[in-house]
Each structure stands twice: as structure tokens, then as C-alpha cells.
């Protein structure tokens, strides 16, 4: 298994709405990623987990609550977003943590999330 | 700064025809440079990874090049295809905690 999955491709929610996206890999891998893109934009990164640990935040609004149950699996749990927060999320993974190598660097296909 | 550039921004050729996208970087350090290809609302795929010692590397009908000492990249894509309409991503990693920097892509649009 070489693939990182996404689940939902597609999700609607409400400003007042919680949801979660989630991601999920079986390569191994020990560093996992979040990064949002906006259309016509390079992905930006969000959150780094290296070793099931947070590792990088980059500042993202407390909104976005990441979470990695275990090795092979990452969550990003929303809360009373802003439609400004509609935008592709990508999921990544590597073979290591943050410092070591980053070869096998492998996307998600996306959620590609509404807020109305 | 860490930076990523590339060139065109945009480009349109006709089905058949072979094109090269350019990428310049500033990253220090260095630790490898990768291409991607991204389909509107899709996640980037993985087109080639070249470390500081390989200087092209092909996957199919695209090929990479790099220069570490000018610090520019090419992609080369031979006899496009209308699947080849995407945008085209170069990113760097290195820097102070191996991040990936990416640039800001060529969308690049095949004809019939």
C-alpha cells in the first residue's frame, strides 16, 4: 500500500457545524502532515506530526484541532469555522520524523471543504 | 529567504508538442527537489525526486533536471497529452528543518 486516504472527498458544513477529516496511511511512515491550499495556491502547511507527536504548528487558529490516535492515522477535528476557512485540505505523510528524511513523501488526495 | 520560483506561470501548447517548465531556488540547505503534478482539486502526485548528486532523472515522458550549482530545475514533458493539462509544482526540501518549499506551479493546458 503506497497510497494516503483522504475521507471525505467533499464535505458542506455549517459555521456552527463540527466535523472531522481524516487520513490514514500504512507505509510506515512516522511523520504525517496537514496543509490547506487555496485555489490557485501553493499548499501551506499546518500541522506536522512526527512520531504521533505535534510537532510544527504553524500558528493555524485554535479552530483546527489536530489529532494522531496512532501512527497510521490523522485527524483534523472543526469547529465554528469561517467560510475564508474553504479551501482543499491536503493530507502527507513521510518515512521520517521532522529533522530526518522526508524521501517518500507521499499526498493525500484532498478534502475539498465548503463552509456556508 | 528560502524561496521557490518557477516560470512560466502559464503556459498553453498543442497536443503533441514538448514543453519545459523552469524552476530557481534558494534553499539552504539543500536536500532534494521534487516535481509534482496537480490536477484541479486533487491532491500533488509525485513526478520525479532528485537528490543533490543526480542531475536528471525521467518517469516516462517527463524529465527532470537539475543543476545544483546554478540552483535551477527543468521539467521536461515530451509529446503532451490532453491528460498533461495540470498544474506543475516544483518543491524544494531543506532549510533549517527539512520543510518542503513549494513554488507556486505553471499551470500548463494542452490543446487538441
Known amino acids: 500500500d503506497t497510497e494516503v486516504t483522504q475521507t471525505p472527498k467533499h464535505l458542506v458544513m455549517g459555521m456552527t457545524n463540527k466535523k472531522s477529516l481524516k487520513c490514514e496511511q500504512h507505509?510506515?511512515?512516522?511523520?504525517m502532515y496537514w496543509y490547506k491550499q487555496k485555489a490557485k495556491k501553493p499548499p501551506e502547511l499546518m500541522f506536522v506530526?512526527?512520531?504521533?507527536?505535534?510537532?510544527i504548528n504553524e500558528s493555524v487558529p485554535s479552530r483546527f484541532s489536530p489529532e494522531c490516535p496512532n501512527s497510521s492515522l490523522l485527524n483534523l477535528h472543526l469547529h465554528a469555522l469561517q467560510p475564508e476557512d474553504s479551501a482543499l485540505y491536503l493530507c502527507?505523510?513521510?518515512?521520517?520524523?521532522?529533522?530526518?528524511?522526508?524521501?517518500?513523501?507521499?499526498f493525500g488526495s484532498g478534502t475539498r471543504l465548503t463552509v456556508v | 529567504k528560502n524561496q521557490v520560483e518557477q516560470s512560466p506561470q502559464s503556459l498553453i501548447i498543442l497536443e503533441g508538442k514538448n514543453c519545459t517548465l523552469q524552476?530557481?531556488?534558494?534553499?539552504?540547505?539543500?536536500?532534494?527537489l521534487r516535481w509534482y503534478k496537480q490536477d484541479t482539486g486533487r491532491g500533488p502526485v509525485s513526478l520525479t525526486i532528485?537528490?543533490?548528486?543526480?542531475n536528471t532523472k525521467s518517469n516516462g515522458r517527463y524529465t527532470a533536471t537539475l543543476d545544483a550549482d546554478t540552483k535551477q530545475s527543468s521539467l521536461h514533458i515530451t509529446a503532451s497529452q490532453l491528460s498533461d493539462s495540470a498544474s506543475y509544482i516544483c518543491?524544494?526540501?531543506?532549510?533549517?528543518?527539512?520543510?518542503?518549499?513549494f513554488g507556486k506551479g505553471t499551470k500548463l493546458s494542452v490543446k487538441p
Open positions: 502527507a505523510s513521510s518515512q521520517e520524523g521532522v529533522g530526518g528524511s522526508n524521501y517518500g513523501y507521499t
Open positions: 507505509m510506515g511512515h512516522r511523520a
Open positions: 506530526y512526527s512520531y504521533e507527536k505535534l510537532s
Open positions: 524552476c530557481n531556488y534558494t534553499v539552504s540547505p539543500f536536500s532534494n
Open positions: 532528485m537528490t543533490f548528486s543526480e
Open positions: 518543491v524544494v526540501a531543506g532549510g533549517s528543518q527539512g520543510n518542503l518549499i
